[in-house]
């Protein structure tokens, strides 16, 4: 077999045996030494060891499925948290004082339920005050002296149960004592504390003489009639409220000289009885009484003003 070869430096080309072919050959012309690319035998593809077949990897093991999971419980609804709601309770600026009463704090719904009860005692009390002062005046002059008797018991009984209205009316006042002292709860109480001393009173001076038993008992009374009011003006100037200030003070004004020219007047009806003046002790007595009937009246009158004025501007009880 032979090879045509090219010299690279003079183009000639010439031709070699398969047995003359090197690495190296020297062009014949310009003496250039030239390289060849001597062939190598390749084996053929029989001689070939085989090339091992691998087989497919193993692909690894699955995981044993996990159990399935139990359903999860749903998500609790989101629900915002308010406050409780109090009482539906409109608003108390607008309201009469009846309706605002509804919403008092304690104790002012107790103060204000004894107060009523003590007016409407004391209007009974005036009835029964005016029965007794009509028998006394009216009937007892124009009786003949021998059923003197029997009248004066029964009028001695009427007069008798003015003394329930009276119990009554310190039972309501008692409840009153439950005020906060700023309130005038004090005053109050040493107006309870008087009135027992009164009977006390009474008692102990008794076997001296009726007639210091009385006055000595009357005086204590008039005494805590007189602490009771200072309760009556305290508690207005703690509400602020005119109307019932103006009432109070204007009572403590009507019962201080009302008191005085009671006594007044029953001196000058003593008087005229033992000089045997009759027309004038009857218009003594008739004085004496329709001053009386003016005060229970007028005291009926600070009481429900007193309601209304704790109804309309006492304290009232917070929204829960």
């Given amino acids: 077999m032979t090879y045509e070869l090219e010299c690279g430096h003079c183009g000639y080309r010439f031709t070699l045996d398969d047995g003359a072919v090197t690495r190296s050959v020297k062009c014949v012309v310009c003496g250039a030494t030239l390289t060849v690319a001597v062939p190598v035998p390749v084996a053929s593809e029989a001689a ?16 044993p499925t996990p159990p399935p999971r139990p359903p999860a419980p749903p998500e609790p609804e989101f629900r915002p948290r308010f406050p409780p709601l109090g009482p539906d309770r409109p608003e108390l600026d607008g309201l009469e004082p009846e309706e605002r009463g509804r919403f008092l704090a304690p104790p002012w719904p107790t103060v204000c339920g004894a107060l009523d009860s003590a007016r409407t005692f004391t209007m009974v009390g ?15 002059p124009f009786v003949p002296t021998k059923g003197m008797t029997s009248v004066g018991r029964f009028l001695a009984l009427a007069a008798g149960s003015l003394l329930l209205p009276a119990v009554m009316n310190t039972i309501c006042q008692y409840r009153c004592t439950f005020v906060p002292r700023v309130y005038g709860s004090p005053w109050a109480v ?78 000058c009806a003593s008087l005229g009885e033992r000089v045997g003046a009759v027309p004038f002790t009857w218009a003594f007595k008739a004085a004496v009484a329709a001053i009386g009937g003016r005060l229970l009246w007028g005291y009926a009158e600070l009481l429900r003003t007193t309601t209304r004025a704790i109804a309309g501007r006492g304290p009232v009880a917070p929204v829960s």
């Avoid at 070939?48 to 995981?63: G, Y």
């Avoid at 005036?126 to 007892?140: H, I, R, S, T």
């Fill in 48 to 63: 070939l060891p085989a090339t091992p077949v691998l087989a497919p990897p193993v692909p690894p093991p699955e995981p």
């Fill in 126 to 140: 005036g009835v029964l005050y005016a029965c007794v002062v009509a028998l006394d005046l009216l009937l007892l």
């Fill in 190 to 267: 040493a107006s309870l504390v008087t009135l027992p001393l009164a009977f006390v009173a009474y008692i102990q001076s008794i076997q001296i003489g009726i007639v210091l038993a009385v006055t000595s008992a009357a005086g204590l009374v008039v005494v805590a009639a007189g602490i009771w009011l200072r309760f009556f003006t305290q508690l207005a100037q703690r509400l602020d409220d005119r109307a019932m200030m103006t009432e109070a003070w204007s009572y403590a004004s009507w019962f201080s000289a009302g008191t005085v020219v009671s006594i007044a007047l029953l001196g």
